[in-house]
């Protein structure tokens, strides 16, 4: 966020930066749909807070019958247990903390367990659920431990460590709920079309008020083209996950005058509509499997010295271009 001190307050920059250098910077977990990529919900806060304490914020977004997919900084018990009451099923990655022992439990199949976790004795200290909430939390939980061997170029992990409360082997086949997790990289692809394509990596108002209302309408605005995406993906018959998320932005920008122009005019302007999704259900991106590219920039940024003073402090270096590092 900018740089004011009402956001400095409310976000405080990282200790790493220096005061009068730095940036407000903010933590936001969120909540997305992974079959349409809805963002259903967020949490913002600061960006030293665990994602398990911001959980509170994000309960009750999940309904009874939903599966909740997540990394292993959410494999914890109190969560998996008390999503589980409420009939919600977790598939986590296993938390580092955790043993990974395949001798312990019922076995299911190759590389498959059935294992029982206990609650703790005793209420971790600094842990997000107040004393009644961790007191209504069963004793025990079953869980299932899937370990997944990565064959795939371009992974560094070779071996996948999954836990999960889906316990029926016959239901849920540990192969299927490999790759369930796998599809949870496209959460990360929602993320970079809300901050890159959007243009919401960096915020541009001034006040903590304006900066959620400047992002509720890029959740507003980004749901709108989910919501193309899908009715276009629906109405042409086409696969959901491979219609470009920038090109739909891209005809939106474009096509949006033309319904400006005839908006007087419904015959016209349902015309414009249907004509808009099938624009949008063909552009498509095309099959990639195992795709691999490195996170690197092409284009060259500009030589500016970096701003290690506060700016009315900093002294330029002059003919900073001519120097030349030591061989």
Not at 197 to 214: D, G, L, W
Not at 262 to 281: F, G, S, T
């Amino acid at each position: 966020m900018p740089d004011t001190k009402e956001n400095q307050k409310q976000w405080p920059q990282p200790r790493t930066q220096k005061k009068g250098c730095g940036f407000p910077v903010a933590k936001m977990p969120g909540v997305f749909c992974l079959s349409t990529g809805a963002w259903l919900g967020h949490a913002l806060s600061k960006w030293r807070c665990h994602d398990l304490g911001l959980w509170q914020s994000l309960r009750h977004l999940l309904n009874k019958g939903d599966v909740l997919v997540g990394d292993a900084g959410f494999c914890a018990y109190a969560l998996m247990a008390e999503l589980k009451a409420r009939g919600v099923d977790t598939v986590f990655r296993l938390h580092q903390k955790r043993p990974k022992d395949m001798r312990r439990g019922k076995k299911l199949g190759k590389d498959d367990r059935l294992q029982v976790w206990r609650k703790p004795a005793q209420r971790p200290a600094g842990s997000p659920w107040k004393k009644r909430a961790w007191n209504k939390l069963p004793a025990q939980i079953e869980v299932r431990i899937v370990r997944v061997k990565i064959q795939r170029k371009g992974f560094r992990t070779r071996c996948l460590w999954i836990a999960t409360t889906c316990t029926d082997p016959v239901r849920y086949p540990a192969q299927q709920l490999a790759e369930l997790y796998y599809r949870r990289w496209s959460i990360e692809l929602f993320y970079r079309d809300i901050k890159t394509t959007m243009h919401m990596e960096v915020m541009r108002t001034k006040t903590p008020a304006m900066i959620h209302k400047e992002l509720l309408m890029h959740a507003i605005a980004y749901n709108a083209i989910r919501a193309l995406i899908l009715e276009g993906a629906s109405v042409h018959q086409q696969e959901l996950g491979r219609i470009s998320f920038k090109g739909a932005v891209d005809l939106l920008r474009q096509w949006l005058p033309q319904a400006a122009a005839c908006h007087e005019q419904p015959r016209k302007l349902a015309q414009w509509h249907d004509e808009l999704l099938e624009a949008i259900a063909s552009v498509q991106n095309p099959p990639r499997p195992g795709r691999q590219e490195p996170r690197a920039k092409k284009r060259r940024p500009k030589s500016y010295q970096l701003l290690t003073k506060p700016r009315h402090k900093f002294k330029e270096i002059p003919h900073r271009e001519r120097y030349r590092a030591a061989a």
